[in-house]
């Protein structure tokens, strides 16, 4: 069994089930301190006996270790959530990007003396922005349990143990804003995207179109998300591998004058930029690590393998920040999909070929609508358990709405982003000009969505007992793949 994968992915394997089981632990730092020295041995004992599963169970203890101190002991003082449930005065700066919504605004203070930050609820108005210095008096609380939604560990991903509500705010907050820097210029820049696609597009188009370019969801009107979740479109306002496939190509395109390395320099530059632009989600990193490796391996003359750069990808992830992996619902979503598209997609297609050839030719293959469903089908064929055990929400619908939108959405970007650049360098009525034009495919997208949602049994939901079987249907997947030789 286990000589059918490399040394590497087994570590890599066990590291990410070593993450995966460690929240049941309660060993805390200390204890967990025995585990890298656990770890090591193990390590050494793979290297030097060259068995297999030694590294599995290496990877397996080092991930148990890496998750265990991430997280802090919040008995500690040091920890503002010490404190929680008290009034506290606090001061502090703003370090993430302020979430603004129609009503309020969310800013993430990182406070001077403690370690970890805390989620601020403020009004709508005065704004805030990215390195404003703000004191604020209220009541710190621990965020929310819900009954089928962990606030708590939604916000740890990001070292947030602790929210306050609508606290009193001093008036000399900002007068010390550190303004400058490379995060609030990359936030002003966004802000003022986002501003003129206000400008160009009326709602919902603006927002749409802020979406499928930045991949910011904060002003799609609750009635246009509930389309795209029940027709299973809600990705298509995740900035992901795609995204980051065209921006590589463009680039590519806009210096195919220069020598080949330095085409790839510029694109690798471009692709960080970018995910420093829409957000950095689990996802967006994800594509643009495998993005990355791929232009080095242009660059050193090598092959490109998916898979392990894939696995590459969920490791240095998870090193960096193991939350992801048990807590990040995107990130699970993004890996298990692209899984599908590396391996179901082209066993799907070679079985519907051979064994359904009636199907295979009823699909166009013009506009990309054969490729889009087969990649459609592959990526929620993998990426079921987990939008099972998530959602408990099923799209019936999404393989055919996929299809009919998969032609818009690339028209839709170049043309949003065109319209967007010629009204930022003064090009004011050309730039409404082609924004007209981008409006027609942003609408016809929600047309869709809206139409398609509105289909009889389009979502259906789903129970515990379904929940069961999407195991017992995984482990079937795997039994598939692992025959794939013999479709």
């Known amino acids: 069994m286990f000589n059918k994968f490399t040394s590497f992915q087994l570590a890599i394997f066990g590291f990410l089930l070593g993450i995966f089981v460690a929240e049941d632990f309660f060993l805390g730092a200390q204890g967990a301190q025995w585990l890298v020295l656990a770890a090591g041995i193990l390590f050494w004992a793979a290297i030097n006996y060259k068995l297999k599963v030694i590294w599995l169970f290496a990877g397996v203890v080092f991930g148990c270790f890496r998750f265990l101190v991430s997280i802090p002991d919040l008995e500690d003082p040091s920890q503002i959530a010490f404190y929680n449930g008290s009034e506290f005065s606090l001061e502090g700066v703003i370090v993430q990007e302020v979430d603004r919504r129609s009503d309020c605004q969310n800013v993430a203070l990182e406070i001077d003396g403690f370690e970890s930050k805390v989620l601020v609820k403020l009004g709508r108005y005065p704004e805030y922005q990215y390195g404003d210095r703000i004191r604020v008096y209220g009541e710190l609380q621990a965020p929310h349990e819900f009954e089928d939604f962990s606030y708590k560990n939604y916000l740890s991903r990001y070292g947030i143990y602790s929210v306050m509500y609508y606290p009193w705010v001093s008036e000399e907050s900002q007068v010390s804003s550190t303004k400058w820097g490379f995060w609030s210029l990359m936030f002003d820049f966004k802000g003022k995207f986002e501003q003129i696609l206000n400008e160009i597009f009326p709602e919902p188009s603006s927002s749409l179109a802020a979406g499928i370019l930045l991949g910011s969801r904060r002003g799609i009107p609750a009635e246009v998300q509930e389309y795209f979740r029940i027709t299973g479109l809600s990705h298509i306002v995740a900035i992901s591998g795609y995204n980051i496939t065209i921006v590589i190509a463009f680039v590519g395109a806009l210096l195919a004058w220069l020598p080949k390395r330095k085409q790839i320099v510029f694109a690798s530059i471009f692709v960080v930029l970018f995910t420093l632009f829409v957000g950095a989600s689990a996802a967006v990193i994800r594509a643009s690590i495998m993005g990355l490796i791929a232009l080095f391996a242009v660059w050193f003359g090598r092959r490109s393998f998916v898979d392990r750069s894939m696995l590459l990808a969920a490791f240095l992830m998870n090193l960096w920040n193991p939350k992801i992996?048990?807590?990040?619902?995107?990130?699970?979503?993004?890996?298990?999909?692209?899984?599908g598209l590396i391996y179901v997609s082209p066993l799907l297609e070679k079985f519907v070929e051979r064994r359904?050839?009636?199907v295979w030719k009823a699909i166009p293959e013009s506009f990309c609508i054969r490729e889009s469903i087969f990649l459609t089908c592959s990526a929620?064929?993998?990426?079921?358990p987990i939008i099972l055990l998530n959602f408990e929400q099923l799209s019936l619908i999404s393989p055919f709405a996929n299809m009919m939108v998969a032609v818009l959405i690339p028209w839709a970007m170049l043309i949003s982003f065109?319209?967007?650049g010629l009204y930022w360098i003064g090009f004011l009525g050309l730039g409404l000009l082609i924004g007209y034009v981008g409006w027609f495919f942003l609408e016809a997208?929600?047309?869709i969505a809206e139409k398609c949602s509105a289909i009889p049994f389009a979502s259906v939901g789903i129970g515990w007992i379904e929940v069961w079987m999407a195991g017992l249907y995984f482990l079937l997947l795997w039994r598939f793949l692992d025959q794939k030789s013999k479709i």
Do not use: R
Request: no cysteine; glycine share 4%.
């Open 418 to 420: 065109v319209a967007v």
């Open 445 to 447: 997208i929600v047309y």
């Open 380 to 384: 929620q064929v993998t990426a079921l």
């Open 356 to 358: 359904l050839p009636f």
């Open 325 to 339: 992996l048990v807590w990040d619902v995107g990130f699970q979503l993004s890996f298990m999909a692209t899984l």
